[in-house]
Nanobody
Framework: VQLQASGGGLVQAGGSLRLSCVVS????????MGWFRQVPGKEREFVSG????????TYTDSVKGRFTISRDKAKNTGFLQMNNLEPEDTAVYSCAVMGGNPILSTIWTTRAYDYWGQGTLVTVSS
């Protein structure tokens, strides 16, 4: 199973980016997808996650109202729409998937994920 994240880039504060994460490889039905971010010297941080079947989202407080997570089950692709970006959002963003039927609290747990994609860099200038 491979995850391919894309959509990062350089944007000014207040701007928007849309990250995509394509899940490919052997037949794998995600139970949930999560987006995480990391800056050098800091731990990986949960940003947002979604239950694949029901589409139920969850967000860390700092992105609520600005970021929207979604998924296209037919294309096995997840998205993270990021609006009103702030310099503090600058990080490498990574997507990950887990199988099964997790509860929302599990989606926040880094070690619960089965597969990870490479990161995509998001830089927000002030």
């Amino acid at each position: 199973v491979q995850l391919q994240a894309s959509g990062g880039g350089l944007v000014q504060a207040g701007g928007s980016l849309r990250l995509s994460c394509v899940v490919s490889g052997r037949t794998f039905r995600p139970g949930a997808m999560g987006w995480f971010r990391q800056v050098p010297g800091k731990e990986r941080e949960f940003v947002s996650g979604i239950k694949w079947g029901a589409g139920s989202p969850t967000y860390t407080d700092s992105v609520k109202g600005r970021f929207t997570i979604s998924r296209d089950k037919a294309k096995n692709t997840g998205f993270l729409q990021m609006n009103n970006l702030e310099p503090e959002d600058t990080a490498v963003y990574s997507c990950a998937v887990m199988g099964g039927n997790p509860i929302l609290s599990t989606i926040w747990t880094t070690r619960a994920y089965d597969y990870w994609g490479q990161g995509t860099l998001v830089t927000v200038s002030s």
